[in-house]
């Protein structure tokens, strides 16, 4: 299986480690070409997780989304929500057509206020049997620095789900699977914004019983 990663931030940059950590060469989609140039001379994304040095000869770069596609077998998608519309709006309707796509995205696309899933098949009639989602509560930097880590793959399909999160396990970050693609992800925005209400309670000085209730 040929990966293609779309995303140079922390936690995309995480996800690749992990890939070429297990061998698998990939195609990668970075923002300009000033990240190729110093991932090429320096062997480490020059914005995101710097401590992270990788082997160049597993990384084909790119700065052409429609290249990434068209040269992987699954995609990986991770970047914020609220950019994913205009990443990948350079595509062509049937792109991922015959193409396995995991989403690492921990939110809702602010545009359309739809799930990537949805937004695939609106835009790129990809079907849910070929949409993939990886979540859990992991902090790149963790997995970047390899403390042990846990993530939550998603899909319809049971034995290609297992396929997809074996390419990620490793001795540091251990996978489980289940078939609730919705559930995770509506599960991830909730996190988040839960997330929120508990550090504006922290500020406001609110106590434990106000935070647990």
Same mark, same amino acid.
């Given at each position: 299986?040929?990966?293609?990663?779309?995303? !140079?931030?922390?936690?995309?940059?995480?996800?690749?480690?992990?890939?070429?950590?297990?061998?698998?060469?990939?195609?990668?989609?970075?923002?300009?070409?000033?990240?190729? !140039?110093? $991932?090429?001379?320096?062997?480490?994304?020059?914005?995101?997780?710097?401590?992270?040095?990788?082997?160049?000869?597993?990384?084909?770069?790119?700065?052409?989304?429609?290249?990434?596609?068209?040269?992987?077998?699954?995609?990986?998608?991770?970047?914020?929500?609220?950019?994913?519309?205009?990443?990948?709006?350079?595509?062509?309707?049937?792109?991922?057509?015959?193409?396995?796509?995991?989403?690492?995205?921990?939110?809702? $696309?602010?545009?359309?206020?739809?799930?990537?899933?949805?937004?695939?098949?609106?835009?790129?009639?990809?079907? $849910?049997?070929?949409?993939?989602?990886?979540?859990?509560?992991?902090?790149? #930097? #963790?997995?970047?620095? #390899?403390?042990?880590?846990?993530?939550?793959?998603?899909?319809?399909?049971?034995?290609?789900?297992?396929?997809?999160? !074996?390419?990620?396990?490793?001795?540091?970050?251990?996978?489980?699977?289940?078939?609730?693609?919705?559930?995770?992800?509506?599960?991830?925005?909730?996190?988040?914004?839960?997330?929120?209400?508990?550090?504006?309670?922290?500020?406001? #000085?609110?106590?434990?019983?106000?935070?647990?209730?």
């Amino acid at each position: 299986m040929q990966w293609g990663i779309i995303g !140079s931030g922390s936690w995309a940059t995480a996800l690749v480690k992990l890939l070429t950590d297990n061998h698998h060469p990939i195609h990668w989609c970075v923002r300009n070409e000033s990240i190729v !140039s110093h $991932l090429e001379k320096r062997h480490h994304n020059p914005n995101y997780l710097s401590s992270v040095y990788f082997n160049t000869s597993l990384l084909h770069l790119h700065t052409d989304v429609a290249e990434v596609v068209r040269k992987s077998d699954a995609l990986l998608i991770a970047v914020p929500s609220a950019y994913a519309i205009d990443t990948l709006q350079p595509l062509s309707p049937n792109a991922f057509e015959g193409k396995q796509v995991l989403s690492a995205i921990k939110g809702i $696309l602010p545009q359309d206020n739809l799930l990537l899933n949805d937004y695939l098949k609106k835009q790129f009639n990809l079907p $849910l049997s070929d949409y993939f989602t990886v979540m859990g509560p992991c902090h790149a #930097e #963790e997995v970047a620095a #390899e403390k042990l880590s846990y993530l939550t793959f998603s899909g319809l399909d049971a034995d290609r789900t297992s396929n997809i999160a !074996s390419h990620f396990s490793t001795g540091y970050l251990n996978t489980v699977t289940n078939n609730d693609v919705y559930g995770v992800q509506y599960a991830a925005v909730l996190k988040n914004i839960y997330a929120l209400g508990a550090g504006i309670a922290h500020g406001l #000085e609110y106590g434990d019983n106000f935070r647990v209730c």
